[in-house]
């Protein structure tokens, strides 16, 4: 079975700071990982994902990750924290041998930014 | 090009009715998938369809059914509404056949069900 673990339900950065969002998988097979946002009253919005070969994966709105077998960690990072980037944000997996697309999603991560 | 279309965006029911929530896909993807986003819960998977067939299904009773029609567009039903049914919907499309899960989902903005 899958399963993702986002630790830290809020996370507060002054704005300019480094973000480090942290998640953890469990999964029996070759994972894919994705990283969405979710602004309010709005659905979800793909960041970034892994599927195979370079393990560190640049998204959108300068966000990236880093898929750490060893770890079973693909952590969010952002270099320097905008007012915008405040959101909640959701680690998903998914197994490269399943038929579908059903995701697990972690319960989630909400960034705060303070300027 | 437009986006996935949810409606209603929002609407209130009471404890026993029954509730159909839309979803139009992005125009030309073939799949669609439902969620259930609630605060305790975070977010569950409830269904897939593709190409009008059912491909995927998750741990929610049978209460929650849905559809998909041949233009793609899908319906989910919830019948018998129970006060924890109270949840944000979301509906996902993808272009390609759901063989794979790599493929990237793009989400609608939800219909948000209160249930009193």
């Known amino acids: 079975a899958q399963s993702v673990t986002q630790l830290g339900s809020h996370v507060s950065v002054s704005e300019g700071a480094l973000v480090l969002l942290r998640c953890n998988y469990s999964?029996?097979?070759?994972?894919?990982l994705f990283w969405y946002v979710q602004y309010p009253n709005q659905g979800l919005q793909l960041l970034l994902k892994?599927?195979?070969?370079?393990?560190l994966v640049k998204g959108i709105n300068g966000f990236e990750a880093e898929f750490k077998k060893s770890e079973t960690s693909f952590h969010l990072t952002k270099p320097s924290a905008h007012m915008s980037d405040a959101a909640e944000y959701f680690c998903?997996?998914?197994?490269?041998?399943?038929?579908?697309?059903?995701?697990?999603f972690g319960k989630g991560t909400t960034l705060s930014v303070s300027s | 090009k437009a986006g996935v279309t949810q409606t209603p965006r929002y609407l209130i029911k009471t404890r026993g009715q029954q509730v159909t929530l839309s979803c139009s896909p992005i125009s030309g993807h073939r799949s669609v998938s439902w969620y259930q986003q609630t605060p305790g819960q975070g977010l569950q998977f409830l269904f897939e369809y593709f190409s009008e067939t059912q491909r995927n299904k998750g741990n929610f009773p049978g209460r929650f059914s849905g559809r998909q029609f041949s233009n793609s567009r899908s319906e989910m039903n919830v019948s018998t509404l129970e006060l924890g049914d109270s949840a944000l919907y979301l509906c996902?499309?993808?272009?390609?056949?759901?063989?794979?899960?790599?493929?990237?989902?793009?989400f609608g903005a939800g219909s948000r069900l209160t249930v009193l």
């Open positions: 999964s029996s097979v070759p994972p894919y």
């Open positions: 996902a499309s993808i272009r390609d056949s759901p063989s794979s899960g790599a493929n990237v989902l793009t």
């Open positions: 998903a997996v998914s197994g490269a041998d399943q038929a579908g697309t059903a995701l697990i």
């Open positions: 892994y599927t195979t070969g370079a393990t």
